[in-house]
């Protein structure tokens, strides 16, 4: 996902670097007082399909109705906005993306490249990658009492896991993982809000996530609330691959 906010994409295999994975939230957008806004507070992000060659320097955004603006990345000045209660630094993306998504959500936002000694990410090297297991999503389908599957983008995870039981992933904070050619420690819980209501395609709040998350996890002692996945730190970069096997260390 090139930008922070914009349709979730999958992809078979990625690097998995300190910085999680290359090229992933590159860039976000802010609001009239350069502040991140996301899909949480502007659900039409979510509709925007971004695709980013860092190799040309091309980005592309394709909106749902048949638009693309495309070219080649520019960079504004050095400046700083605000970042998950950070205050960090950024650059604008010049040309005709700004303008385009400020038309597409209805009000004036600025799309900004994010420093390179920051990752784009809420944790930083914390949560360089997060991992949520398939029998969890399985798990909240159930306590909704809905018969389709949820839409595993809603959570916006790097790497979901098959094999586990529900919410078995709980247990691996303060533990090493290894998932392909990566070693991985988890730091903790990934707390949800409300940008998981959305609906993964149309960013149109459709499911009473965080209701059914409080339900049955709103009392469990971690290390954010209504939790649902964990975020990790690579200790150790490496590929991993559709299907490769997660081990937890020793």
């Known amino acids: ?133 398939i029998a969890s999503l399985e798990r909240l389908r159930a306590q909704a009492g809905e018969l389709e599957p949820v839409d595993a983008r809603r959570f916006r995870m790097n790497l979901g896991v098959a094999g586990l039981e529900a919410h078995e992933e709980d247990d691996w904070v303060d533990r090493e993982i290894r998932v392909g050619d990566a070693l991985l ?10 940008a998981t209501t959305r609906n993964a395609e149309t960013g149109v709040v459709d499911f009473e996530t965080l209701h059914h998350l409080q339900a049955y996890r709103g009392r469990l002692l971690t290390t954010e609330p209504l939790p649902f996945g964990v975020h990790a730190r690579v200790v150790e970069p490496g590929r991993v691959r559709l299907d490769d096997p997660v081990t937890v260390a020793a």
Do not use: N, W, Y
């Open 1 to 133: 996902m090139p930008v922070k906010g914009l349709r979730m994409q999958t992809r078979e295999e990625a690097l998995l670097t300190r910085d999680g994975i290359p090229g992933d939230r590159a860039f976000f957008v802010v609001d009239r007082t350069d502040t991140m806004i996301s899909a949480t507070r502007l659900g039409p992000l979510v509709a925007v399909v971004a695709e980013h060659d860092a190799r040309t320097g091309e980005l592309s955004l394709r909106f749902p109705d048949g638009r693309e603006v495309a070219g080649e990345v520019e960079l504004g000045d050095p400046e700083e906005v605000g970042f998950a209660g950070e205050t960090v630094p950024a650059r604008t993306v010049l040309g005709p993306f700004s303008p385009a998504l400020s038309d597409h959500c209805d009000r004036p936002v600025r799309l900004v490249s994010a420093a390179g000694e920051r990752p784009g990410v809420d944790r930083g090297r914390d949560g360089a990658v997060t991992l949520l297991s």
């Open 185 to 194: 420690r988890v730091a903790g819980h990934v707390g949800r809000c409300a």
